[in-house]
């Protein structure tokens, strides 16, 4: 089992920036990948970026403002999103994929950007 835990999110301006984090807990020695998915209002879930065990990273139109990093030693991932536009609202969730393919979920972090 894999828990994971999820901070950071906040109400900021735009062109602000946040820094989320997600600390796994649990068989952590297990994961394979880990990343980053968004959800706005009336729209799907949507993947942001994600990390696997050996560094790769990937993103999905962040156009360069989000960062997605590790520290093994502390079983955390984080997203730094910088530039931030109203767009870029919704409720952020951590996902944990293990090597048997078995996915884990955050509860979530609400992040509105909003003058």
């Known amino acids: 089992q894999v828990q994971l835990v999820e901070s950071g999110g906040g109400l900021v301006q735009p062109g602000g920036s946040l820094r989320l984090s997600c600390v796994a807990s649990g068989s952590t020695l297990s994961i394979a990948a880990m990343g980053w998915y968004r959800q706005a209002p009336g729209k799907q879930r949507e993947a942001v970026a994600d990390i696997t065990s050996s560094g790769s990273t990937n993103y999905k139109d962040s156009k360069g403002r989000f960062t997605i990093s590790r520290d093994n030693a502390k079983n955390t991932v984080y997203l730094q999103m910088n530039s931030l536009q109203p767009e870029d609202t919704g409720v952020y969730y951590c996902?944990?994929?293990?090597?048997?393919?078995?996915?884990?979920w955050g509860q979530g972090t609400q992040v509105t950007v909003s003058s």
């Open positions: 996902k944990a994929t293990t090597y048997a393919t078995r996915a884990y």
